[in-house]
């Protein structure tokens, strides 16, 4: 089993190369094949059998309207499994965190969303990404958008300080899940709301048969099950959770949704 220092710098490095390749011209299509054919020891596949990963992964599960106006390379950069923005019903005015923004395609859509009165905190480690995430900021015009450098188990925001948490199958590639929904919970007010996309297992899954069928930078072998989700927002101390599957990304293994509310009071 690869050490914890290891998978993360192995997921920093594929992901560098991402923004690098966006920002030498590689289309969606083809950066989601190439992150998704590389295996964490680069010499096996991330997928068995054949699997169209642009179907599963990237820009197509963004709609056209959501497309539109966007930055070419925000689009290109996309490298989630799903749109969180259109499951976390955002609303003017509020404040929005993303998990691994990445090239901000997430951001720049939550910005829409929330308006001149919201304000979107985009947290990333990849200094090659947050380049990328800022020139697209700036060529999108978005004012109410920042993008700052930090890990996921350890966000560089105080308690307490937006109403909403998404994120874009970055959870998965976390080498330590518990701290992260423990960090969704610490940044949100009381009352707010996480709306999250992220590759999900079938519970039938060992952790073994999750790793058979992808790599950990192909956000396969890292995936949390359905029933350990559950548990570890409950265990976070979030209510009303739920995760729900969207398509299936490889064998047992699913594009899903996932919510939850940090309690009121």
């Known amino acids: 089993m690869s050490h914890p220092h290891d998978i993360r710098e192995r997921v920093r490095t594929r992901y560098a190369e991402a923004a690098t390749?966006?920002?030498?011209?590689?289309?969606?299509?083809?950066?989601n094949a190439d992150l998704q054919t590389v295996g964490d020891d680069s010499t096996s596949s991330c997928c068995t059998g054949a699997v169209e990963v642009d179907a599963s992964f990237g820009a197509g599960l963004y709609g056209g309207e959501d497309q539109s106006g966007l930055p070419a390379e925000a689009v290109a950069a996309s490298l989630g499994c799903g749109n969180p923005t259109a499951v976390a019903a955002l609303q003017p005015g509020e404040r929005v965190l993303d998990l691994g923004s990445g090239g901000g395609i997430d951001v720049l859509l939550s910005a829409r969303r929330v308006g001149e009165t919201g304000f979107v905190h985009g947290i990333d480690m990849t200094d090659e990404m947050l380049d990328l995430a800022r020139s697209n900021a700036t060529?999108?015009?978005?004012?109410n958008v920042e993008f700052v450098k930090g890990t996921i188990e350890d966000v560089p925001l105080p308690?307490?300080?937006v109403d909403v948490v998404i994120s874009n199958c970055v959870i998965n590639l976390s080498i330590d899940k518990p701290?992260?929904?423990a960090e969704m919970f610490r940044v949100l007010v009381p009352g707010?709301?996480?709306?999250?996309?992220d590759v999900v297992a079938e519970d039938h899954l060992s952790a073994a048969a999750r790793a058979d069928r992808g790599s950990y930078v192909g956000c396969i072998a890292g995936a949390l099950s359905r029933s350990e989700y559950l548990t570890g927002l409950a265990e976070a101390g979030f209510i009303d959770a739920e995760v729900e599957f969207t398509h299936e990304a490889v064998p047992g293994m699913h594009g899903a949704i996932i919510r939850a509310?940090?309690?009121?009071?």
């Open 159 to 161: 308690d307490a300080t």
């Open 261 to 265: 509310t940090k309690p009121a009071a």
């Open 179 to 181: 701290k992260v929904l």
């Open 21 to 31: 390749a966006v920002t030498s011209g590689s289309n969606n299509a083809e950066l």
């Open 192 to 197: 707010g709301r996480i709306g999250i996309s």
């Open 139 to 143: 060529r999108a015009g978005a004012t």
